[in-house]
């Protein structure tokens, strides 16, 4: 036997390497972008078909968590969280404070802070209107003359303006809803400064205690006091008075006497312009629902500051009439 048939057989494996980029490792990461977008698509699910109460529970959930698991309900902002208000049980309501009525009780406050901030503010919008005539008066020497016959002052009801008759010195004639042309020059000049304030204007005519004689049998105080107050009306929108702005013409004969101890003293004969305030409009719209508020400058007769001199007759007494027909 030969030498070469006692050689061993080699048998050689070559082993392939590299190739990394065809490994198991993509998998995992194309794994991980499906699972992110099917969360995603998810979330936008639950985000379209949840509503917007659930929504703000929610998003209170995970802003305040502590609140949440303290106090219960289905987020901070919901009805049924309850307020402790005292006891142990704080899932009954008897005897605890509802978070929703609480907010309305703090709603409710600040609505009355605004109002009575807005109040306030009127208040001093009108304070300069007074102010406004008073000046004008004081600075036309046609209007200073008559200036014992007009009386300013804020009221309740708004800034009432009150031309008033003197014994020698009547706004109308005798028996009559014809102006005096002193009377129709200090209406024609009032008027138009009324206009520089949005508010709306009430006019009302008065009498004194005298029986109406002339005429027919069924006119007396309270038709002659109705005419007067509108034919004031007319005079001021002559001057310049929006007409728009008039909201109530009405007389009330001598049932609202300026001076209760002489019912035929002449400054009982008068015509009242109010610039009335939001809250006498509002319950002239609403026909006295808010309460009688629309008669508190006719009704209650406050020693009105003069001008001048004081009027002649003693200070007005506060006096509570029939209420005058609409």
Do not use: C
Request: glycine content about 10%.
């Amino acid at each position: 036997m030969s030498d070469d048939s006692q050689q061993p057989i080699v048998v050689k494996k070559i082993k392939k390497g590299g190739a990394g980029g065809h490994g198991g490792a993509w998998k995992i990461a194309y794994a991980d972008f499906v699972t992110a977008m099917m969360a995603f698509f998810l979330l936008m699910w639950l985000l379209g078909s949840t509503t917007s109460g659930d929504l703000k529970g929610i998003a209170d959930h995970f802003q305040t968590p502590l609140m949440i698991a303290m106090f219960g309900g289905s987020g901070a902002g919901d009805a049924s969280s309850i307020i402790p208000g005292g006891g142990e049980d704080l899932t009954r309501s008897h005897g605890q404070v509802k978070k929703g009525a609480a907010e309305a009780d703090k709603k409710s406050l600040s609505l009355q802070a605004l109002k009575a901030e807005f109040e306030k503010m009127e208040k001093m919008k009108l304070e300069g209107l007074k102010a406004d005539i008073e000046l004008l008066i004081e600075s036309n020497p046609t209007l200073k003359q008559f200036k014992n016959q007009l009386l300013l002052d804020v009221t309740s009801e708004g800034l009432r303006i009150q031309i008033v008759d003197e014994q020698n010195r009547p706004m109308f004639d005798l028996a009559s809803s014809e102006l005096k042309p002193y009377t129709k020059l200090i209406l024609r000049e009032i008027g138009p400064v009324l206009n520089r304030v949005e508010n709306r204007v009430s006019l009302s005519g008065h009498t004194d205690a005298t029986p109406y004689a002339g005429g027919d049998k069924g006119f007396g105080n309270w038709e002659l006091s109705t005419n007067r107050a509108n034919a004031s009306r007319r005079e001021m929108i002559i001057g310049g008075l929006d007409d728009r702005k008039v909201m109530r013409v009405v007389g009330f004969a001598s049932t609202v006497l300026f001076n209760k101890e002489q019912p035929t003293n002449a400054i009982n004969r008068r015509i009242s312009i109010v610039v009335m305030n939001k809250r006498t409009e509002e319950a002239i719209l609403n026909d006295g629902k808010e309460g009688p508020v629309a008669q508190v400058s006719d009704t209650q007769q406050l020693n009105a500051p003069m001008l001048g001199s004081a009027a002649s007759g003693q200070a007005p007494s506060t006096v509570i009439p029939p209420a005058a027909p609409r």
